[in-house]
Structure formats: C-alpha cells, structure tokens
C-alpha cells in the first residue's frame, strides 16, 4: 500500500476506535461520508505526489541538460587549448642552454634580432602589430606584420625589462627569463609561455581566456594580478595571486584555484595545496626591492645572483644561516653586500668573477 493512501486508512481507523471508545453510535451514512473524505484525501495526495514527481524530473532533466551542454563546452574549450601544444614544442625546438648575451633579446622570426641595453627598458606591441621599445617604433604594424608568429623576448641575469602585449596586457619580466608570445592574438583565447619569473597585470576579456603555460603547468585566467616563478635551474615553481582568480593545472590535469593571497607550489609537476601568504616578499621585485623573511642565505643569493649576474661562492657553513631583511636592488651591489653582513656573522672577498662569502 502506499504510503500516503496508509496514512489515511491510519487516521480513518484510529477514528473508528475512538468513537467505539466512547460508545458513540455511527450511523452508516456517516460511515460512508467518512469514507470518501478519506479516499478523497487519499486522491488528492496522490495529485500532489504526481505534480512533484513530474516537477522534480523536469528540473533533474534540465539540470543535466544545462550541465551536459555546459561539459560539452567546457571539455571542448579545454582540449582546444590543452591539445595545442604549437608554442610548447616551440619553444623546445627554440631552447637555449644559457644565453651568452650580456643585453636583452628581442627574437622575431624574419626579422634581425634586437638588442636592449637599458635595463628597465619598455616594450609595448599594438594590436597592428607596431612595436615600440621605450620611445623607438621598430615596426610600424600593418597586415603583414599582423601575424601569430611567435616572438621571443629573453632577459638574461642582471636586467629587468616590462612588455606590453598586443591586448593591453602588461608584464615584468624579471632576470634569467624568456617569454614566447605571437604578436597579436588571433584565436579564441590568447596563450604565452613563460621560463623564469613575470609579474601579470591581465588585461580583462571575458570572451578570449588568457594562458600562461609554462614547461610543467599552466595557469587560466580572465583578468587578473598575479607572479609565476618557473625557472628551470629551481626544483620548485609557484604562482602567488594577487587579485581576480586563477586557475593551475598540471600535465595530469588535476588543477587548483587561487583566491587572492593564495600561493601554490608546484613541484616535479605535482600541485601542492594552496597556502595563505603576505604576497608581498613574492612581488616587490616589480618595485625593484628584495623582501626576505627567515630565508637561509644560500636563497638569498641565488636571488642576488639572478638580479645581479655575479657569481657567489658559499663557503662551509654559509649556506644554512637564515636571515631576514629587505634590499633595495636599485643599489650597488657593494652596498647590498654590506647591509646583509650587518644581520649575520658573514665577510666578502671577490676572486676573479666571483665572490666568496666567507663565515666569520
């Protein structure tokens, strides 16, 4: 029996009782009456039960249709991306070991390379294909020049440089770093490539995704504020989101999503777990300074070595001392070197290119 049609068989008989309970004669007509109230109720539950049942399979039925279409897209738009591997194998068959060159490179196909002496110098690319550096224009743009051809923009250590993309999307490129991008994005989403550390400051379109793919992961994002560090010598990249909302996924597709002030870790190409931090130490090379809290000092000069391009050698015991400070890497290398000795127990001696940094 059903169980709404029990119920009231339930109450109909529990009636009865009572009015046998107290000796209360029922006559058959009120037997009858009483018996169509129950089946009446009886049916009109049934009603119910049947509007709901057709109300809740409409909703579960378009519920999985909305969701099926909005798979379909998704997977769809997913794999046209992560199927297109063009600038990857790219930039594999473009590797370079370690550029010898002590200025930065500007790499486009057909054309000469380009060398930058000024070491915050600007580079700004227009959507019809001008580019500008600093106050120059190297190319007037045009039809011709309005291509997807990769260009390859390579800071070596001790220079910085900023890069304008051809959307308005801003980036700074920090030492010891290439960027491959086209010199217009053309496709539905617009995807650069990243060996080394940028800062981004994505310019909004909802309607084409930005990508920064890197050699073991790549990030999604709108528009948004955010650093990747992936430099190959380092056996640990992250992403620090400073604003808006980033997505990270790695080459097993499992992926993260960032709030503002998370960072990520990812190492070997597995993802850590997203952790809260002051974003901070992570950005302000942007601003050319150097934050550093409780970091063993063999980081710190790794930092330096990158920043400045000078060799350091750490002697026994140099390596583990932690050191916590700020540096403003607008100054002489010599006076950043005497402000670190004023924190820990530590002297300096340059030996041909190098610098021994020696325990006290």
């Not at 006559?27 to 709901?52: A, G, I």
């Not at 591997?85 to 790219?90: K, P, S, V, Y």
């Not at 990030?219 to 990747?228: A, D, E, M, R």
């Amino acid at each position: 029996m059903e169980k709404g049609k029990f119920k009231m068989y339930y109450v109909a008989r529990k009636l009865l009782e009572h009015a046998r309970k107290h000796e209360r004669h029922v006559t058959p007509e009120e037997l009858d009456e009483l018996w169509r109230c129950v089946e009446e109720r009886v049916y009109s539950e049934k009603r119910k039960r049947t509007r709901r049942h057709v109300l809740y399979f409409a909703t579960a039925s378009a519920a999985a249709i909305i969701f099926l279409c909005m798979f379909g897209l998704g997977k769809q738009f997913i794999s046209s991306y992560m199927d297109d591997d063009l600038i990857i194998e790219f930039a594999k068959y473009t590797q370079i070991k370690e550029t010898l060159s002590k200025e930065i490179l500007l790499l486009r196909p057909g054309k000469e390379d380009l060398k930058v002496k000024d070491t915050n110098a600007n580079i700004v690319y227009s959507n019809n294909g001008a580019i500008v550096v600093n106050s120059d224009t190297i190319n007037r743009g045009g039809t011709e020049e309005k291509k997807q051809d990769f260009n390859q923009l390579i800071t070596p250590k001790g220079k910085r440089i900023q890069l304008t993309l051809s959307d308005g999307t801003h980036l700074w490129v920090n030492s010891g770093t290439r960027v491959i991008y086209p010199s217009c994005f053309e496709k539905k989403y617009r995807e650069i490539y990243v060996e080394g550390e940028i800062y981004l400051d994505v310019f909004r379109n909802e309607d084409s995704p930005f990508i920064v793919r890197t050699k073991d992961f790549l990030i999604q994002v709108l528009g948004t504020s955010f650093n990747v560090s992936a430099y190959p010598s380092e056996h640990i990249s992250s992403v620090v989101l400073v604003d808006g909302s980033v997505n990270i996924r790695n080459q097993q597709k499992e992926q993260v999503k960032l709030v503002p002030g998370q960072l990520v870790n990812i190492q070997t190409g597995q993802l850590h777990s997203p952790q809260n931090v002051d974003v901070k130490p992570y950005v302000c090379w942007v601003e050319n300074m150097l934050m550093y809290i409780d970091e063993p000092l063999d980081k710190v000069f790794r930092k330096l070595n990158l920043y400045y391009g000078k060799e350091f050698v750490l002697e026994s015991g140099v390596a583990e001392l932690q050191v916590s400070g700020k540096l403003d890497l607008k100054e002489k290398l010599e006076d950043v070197l005497h402000t670190i000795s004023f924190s820990v127990p530590i002297y300096f001696e340059e030996i041909n290119d190098s610098i021994y940094v020696r325990k006290e």
